[in-house]
């Protein structure tokens, strides 16, 4: 059994047209309707389309006028090749690296916050809880250059620790899972409370069991955002040997001579598979989070 | 998966039943109150002393950087208002300033009537709409690097295949979008928008959910025609979603940066510096710590002028 989430709940509640099918004017709306999603889908997908197809494309054959959509021959020698004339291997192990640690924190300490926030009452919580949310409208990029200021004094620029704790303790994870929180009815605490259970047993055997749909939320968009990362990377991992798959594959273009533009591809669409898949197994959890939260961006 | 009675059927929609009576009750003791109190706290704080020390910590110092000479290599001296000084006069900061709000003035209404569109388009009961969701949704979780190398060829002015359909649509001399002072901005507004707009599209359907069918009903039943019901019921009703999406997209518009970063490096020229790079440049390149802290602070200030306006707007709104 699966829990139904948001848009599951909204497609149900979608108008309910009329059962008049039949009807010609009907037809031509619903013909015009799939033209529209159509010419929509083609134009969202097509510059995924072409990447995966001139992943597959000779050297040459990736810039030709007129375009060719499909390879004249597949080469999958280019996946290959990607492996063998780059350190992608170092990449993906440091981006795993993070996107695990990153995922792994902001979830432990996201929720048990949450729980702060969600269910225990004291004093300045709520204007606590205020600052967090505020935080949301102040853009990273103004507050860089102080952070990295602070970074270099601890010595932990150019270390991968310095992007996990870039990452690891956002507002969002807390301001998420405390929204799933006020959803669980108090009566449930308070049974729990009667036989003794302490806080952090009821956040613990409680909470957290119950709210695995948010938790799946969480881990998917924080494991995206931390895989995606580009500028936090960029900012402070200067020595090859951490760079992520982000990093890396943006270094080997400017390395790069036209020849291999089909290598670089290959290598683009390795670091697109796993979020693809990854996206296509919890599509319900990440359009659950986002409908929640509406604040990863 | 669980399913408990307990389990709420709708993620997102916070249940009206908030912090209940436990805490309210009679036997409300101060020696309670305390250990309450720690107990929260202690929840909360192994989140706040990272969030402290790296969010907040740097956004308050932020301020005392911009008053200072700061640079790699010295140490910081107090110099008043001399970082704002230079800023006002820089022109540099001046194109920066406007080149990002050419970029908000396109990106935001562009963004906002697309994924509105698709949203509408796709909160019906269409066979298949479950897989235009995801194809919309999907450019949202590619990585920018990937997005910039097929989008740099995609525009690509004599091979890409964009201007290969303009052409053959009949313009001869279409536009060398990347290359082109002129056109790169449109172009990285573009992306952008192909970019986000499923994400925001997201966001229009679970609003669209709030819009109360009866509504419709009623409308329908009084001879409101399909566009009548658009205007008259359905655009109220998404109201506070519309509002959210403004403020979000108006902050993630004001400090884009990775898309400028690796699309167009702010060229060709300075057709495309935009603030955050502004304050790339002269932070991480020249270390002038203190002058690209003074132009941080003046991206800070738009960002919080701007949401708070609109909170403002939407409050007299609501009053009316």
């Known amino acids: 059994m699966t ?58 054959e990736v810039f030709t006028a007129p375009i060719h959509w499909l390879p004249g021959t597949f080469v999958w020698d280019n996946y290959v090749q990607i492996w063998q004339h780059s350190a992608i291997l170092t990449w993906i192990r440091n981006t795993l690296i993070l996107s695990v640690t990153v995922t792994f924190l902001q979830l432990l300490t996201g929720s048990f916050a949450a729980y702060g926030f969600a269910r225990v009452r004291f004093p300045g919580r709520d204007l606590l809880f205020l600052l967090y949310v505020g935080t949301i409208a102040v853009p990273w990029q103004s507050y860089m250059i102080p952070q990295f200021v602070m970074f270099s004094k601890f010595h932990l620029t150019d270390t991968l620790y310095s992007v996990m704790l870039l990452q690891a303790f956002g507002a969002f994870g807390v301001f998420l899972m405390r929204q799933y929180y006020l959803t669980i009815p108090e009566e449930l605490l308070e049974a729990a409370r009667l036989d003794g259970m302490s806080e952090y047993g009821i956040w613990a055997r409680i909470m957290l069991p119950l709210s695995l749909p948010a938790l799946a939320s969480l881990t998917l968009l924080t494991f995206t955002t931390t895989w995606n990362d580009y500028l936090g990377p960029l900012l402070y991992l200067r020595s090859p040997g951490n760079w992520t798959l982000q990093l890396g594959l943006q270094t080997f273009i400017h390395t790069l001579y036209n020849a291999n533009y089909a290598w670089l591809f290959a290598g683009l669409t390795l670091s697109v598979i796993p979020i693809a898949v990854i996206f296509g197994l919890g599509q319900r959890y990440f359009i659950a989070g986002i409908a929640t939260s509406g604040l990863k961006g | ?146 997005i910039a190398v097929v989008w740099n060829l995609l525009f ?89 999406v403004v403020i979000i997209l108006t902050i993630n518009s ?27 440049q002269d932070g991480f390149v020249n270390y002038q710590f203190g002058y690209a802290s003074a132009a941080s602070v003046a991206l800070f200030l738009l960002s919080i002028v701007f949401t708070v306006v609109q909170f403002a707007f939407n409050r007299r709104g609501m009053a009316r």
């Open chain 1, 3 to 60: 829990t139904e989430l948001r848009l599951d709940a909204l497609r149900a509640a979608a108008p309910r047209h009329r059962p008049a099918a039949r009807r010609p004017a009907a037809v031509a709306l619903r013909a015009v309707f799939y033209l529209l999603l159509t010419v929509c889908a083609v134009g969202l997908l097509m510059p995924f389309f072409w990447m995966l197809m001139s992943s597959l494309k000779s050297a040459n």
């Open chain 2, 254 to 280: 004001l400090k884009v940066f990775d898309l400028i970063l690796v699309m167009t490096n702010g060229g060709p020229g300075t057709a495309t510096l935009v603030l955050s790079q502004f304050i790339y």
């Open chain 2, 1 to 146: 998966m669980i399913t408990t009675a307990a389990e709420p059927p709708v993620f997102g929609k916070p249940a009206a039943a908030g912090p209940g009576g436990h805490w309210f009750n009679a036997h409300w003791r101060p020696r309670h109150r305390t250990r309450t109190s720690l107990i929260g706290w202690s929840f909360i704080l192994p989140n706040l002393i990272g969030f402290g020390v790296l969010t907040l910590y740097p956004v308050l110092s932020l301020f005392y950087i911009s008053f200072t000479n700061w640079n790699v290599f010295g140490t910081a001296q107090w110099t008043g208002l001399a970082n704002y000084k230079r800023l006002v006069n820089d022109p540099m900061f001046h194109t920066a300033l406007l080149n990002t709000l050419y970029y908000c003035a396109m990106t935001i209404p562009l963004t906002l009537l697309t994924s509105l569109g698709l949203a509408l388009l796709l909160n019906t009961k269409l066979r298949g709409a479950a897989f235009f969701r995801t194809a919309a949704f999907f450019p949202y979780v590619t990585s920018i690097v990937a």
């Open chain 2, 156 to 244: 690509s002015p004599q091979y890409g295949p964009v201007n290969e359909v303009l052409r053959v649509l009949g313009w001869s001399s279409p536009p060398g979008w990347l290359t082109s002072e002129d056109w790169a901005m449109p172009a990285v507004a573009i992306i952008s928008t192909w970019q986000y707009m499923g994400y925001y599209m997201v966001l229009f359907l679970a609003g669209l959910q709030a819009v109360p069918q009866e509504l419709h009903e009623a409308a329908r039943v009084d001879g409101a025609s399909a566009v009548q019901r658009f205007f008259a019921v359905t655009l109220p009703g998404l109201r506070p979603t519309t509002f959210f």
